[in-house]
Nanobody
Framework: QVQLEESGGGSVQAGGSRELSCLAS????????AIWVRQAPGKDREFVAA????????NYDDSVKGRFTVRKDNAKNTVYLQTTDQKPEDTAVYYC?????????????????????WGQGTQVTVSS
């Protein structure tokens, strides 16, 4: 059974930082690319960051570029999202998702519909 479990959410003041984690089980995580997505109240889910299965290639939404960093530790079956300089508009539930990738050289996909397995999400609230 495939499971993704996010953790690390919570409350932070504007300008602060958090590290979100997503632990995968039931899959050979080194064969899977991963994505972070967020959903603010009343809005659709939106792409935040994606990472290739080997962790070498990364892709970010413009709204977080330079502030958020995604990384993948296949030995720990975990993908991380380090957030810095957070803004109130970063307030959302953050989800991770993953999909099987045959080639290690594929650029990480920012299309949410392409991802097969999803976690339950972790809430991040940024106060001004």
């Amino acid at each position: 059974q495939v499971q993704l479990e996010e953790s690390g959410g919570g409350s932070v003041q504007a300008g602060g930082s958090r590290e979100l984690s997503c632990l995968a089980s039931g899959i050979p995580f080194s064969m899977y690319a991963a994505i972070w997505v967020r959903q603010a109240p009343g809005k659709d889910r939106e792409f935040v960051a994606a990472i290739s299965r080997n962790g070498f290639m990364k892709n970010y939404d413009d709204s977080v570029k330079g502030r958020f960093t995604v990384r993948k530790d296949n030995a720990k079956n975990t993908v991380y999202l380090q957030t810095t300089d957070q803004k109130p508009e970063d307030t959302a539930v953050y989800y991770c998702a993953t999909k099987l990738i045959v080639s290690a050289t594929v650029v990480p996909d920012d299309n949410l519909s392409k991802y097969d397995y999803w976690g339950q999400g972790t809430q991040v609230t940024v106060s001004s």
